[in-house]
């Protein structure tokens, strides 16, 4: 197994003061302003290359914040275009490929790992030695990334110059680290908070608290179709499920409900309980006939879902999607020190209303005759129906078949 080269860091030590070159400016007032991580490491391989240092293959292995992914690779190549992003998932620190790695021990706080790959009959430990020998490296060393917080980012360098790195190729990287943390550390985070924002109030909401919207109070008046869907039988679920299982059951049936509207365009906005409100503005092309396709994306995963759950012994699910169409107030409400993205309005309360018609009637997909003017849809009118709090009756439709 490689291990820390002692070495190798005191000599970088010692050439580190004596190193300033053009890349440094480059890192302190231009590189600040690149948009992505992508790319600095893109310009940082090229800037190196330029500067004399052999660099084959270049990598930064970011640990992130993120619901579904533990870490992002970024892979530099000399020989092609760009820089190739790998989302890295949870889970593949318990696998071969990351415990027979030489980021693990980065990771695990090793100062610096140096493998020579020229050797005639040298042990290559890690499967990624072999791997960069086949494609012509000499020479891999990996590097810690620090960040503000104390956590150990990773980077890797591999050269395909005969006998490898010198000292001195490895004492320019090691000096420019530092700045390249500081440009990082400012990427990630922002990359971060877009993903939390992303996955805690949606997409568009996330973009505009990250431009600035965040007074209580600030928000606009937009035409949208609106999306309430509610599980049936919540309540005594919630009584006689153990928490494991109901959390389970939930996110089982929130998924085939978001995922068709994330997928057509809609943003989910909140869960409420077993409830789920999502909007899709009308600056789309085709608002309203991107949320009724969401809607038949999602009684189609439900019915998918039942079927996993019959074959499973386990009860079908019941649950109600009521479409409407009108004006909505989007913006940040709530208390001071605790807002809510959202939208609100009467548009709002008329298809929380209507969704509860559809337990009355029977049907799992119910549309308010303001949306079904907005795309022509064969449906079939049930009639009008008072909803609580509205003064007038209100027309629904139905899908043909289902009634």
């Known amino acids: 197994m490689a291990t820390p080269t002692a070495d190798l860091g005191s000599r970088i030590e010692e050439l580190w003061p004596q190193r300033r070159t053009p890349i440094h400016a480059w890192l302190v007032h231009e590189a600040q302003r690149l948009p992505t991580a992508e790319h600095l490491l893109e310009q940082l391989g090229q800037r190196l290359i330029g500067e004399g240092v052999p660099l084959f293959r270049a990598t930064f292995n970011l640990l992130t914040l993120h619901p579904q992914l533990r870490a992002v690779s970024l892979i530099w190549r000399r020989d092609r275009a760009g820089v190739e992003t790998l989302r890295v998932e949870h889970g593949v620190e318990l696998t071969d490929r990351y415990l027979n790695s030489p980021i693990r021990i ?3 706080g090793a100062a610096a790992v140096r493998q020579r790959l020229d050797i005639p009959g040298a042990p290559l430990p890690f499967p990624i030695y072999e791997e960069l020998r086949q494609e012509g490296a000499t020479d891999y060393v990996a590097m810690p990334l620090v960040f503000s917080d104390g956590r150990s980012h990773g980077s890797t360098w591999a050269t395909d110059r005969p006998g490898g790195f010198t000292s001195e190729h490895l004492a320019l990287i090691y000096d420019l680290l530092p700045l390249v943390v500081l440009i990082l550390e400012a990427r990630l985070t922002r990359r971060i908070a877009r993903n939390l924002l992303e996955t805690y109030v949606g997409l568009r909401s996330g973009e505009r608290i990250l431009n600035g919207e965040i007074r ?3 928000g ?6 609106i999306w309430y869907c509610d599980l049936r039988g919540f309540t ?14 939930l996110n089982a049936y929130f998924e085939r409900m978001a995922g068709p509207v994330e997928t057509e365009g809609g943003e989910v ?10 909007v899709f503005p009308v600056d789309q092309a085709d608002a309203h006939c991107r949320a009724f396709a969401a809607a038949e994306g999602a009684i189609a995963g439900m019915a998918a879902l039942n079927r996993e759950r019959e ?5 079908s699910l019941g649950f109600g999607i009521a479409l409407h169409a009108g004006e909505v107030v989007y913006g940040n409400i709530g208390a001071p020190n605790r807002l809510d993205f959202t939208v609100i309005g009467p548009a709002v309360n008329q298809a929380v209303r209507i969704e509860a018609l559809c337990r009355e009637l029977g049907r799992p997909l119910l549309v308010s005759a303001a949306f079904r003017a907005s795309c022509p849809l064969d449906l079939v009118s049930l009639g009008r129906f008072g909803l609580r709090g509205v003064r007038e009756p209100a027309e629904v439709f139905a899908l043909r078949e289902a009634a």
């Open 106 to 108: 980065l990771f695990e």
């Open 311 to 315: 074959t499973a012994g386990l009860p």
């Open 220 to 225: 606009e008046t937009l035409e949208a179709a």
């Open 216 to 218: 209580r109070g600030t």
């Open 269 to 278: 906005l909140k869960f409420m309980g077993d409830g789920m409100l999502a």
């Open 236 to 249: 005594a679920m919630s009584e006689t499920l153990p928490g494991a299982e109901l959390i389970a059951t």
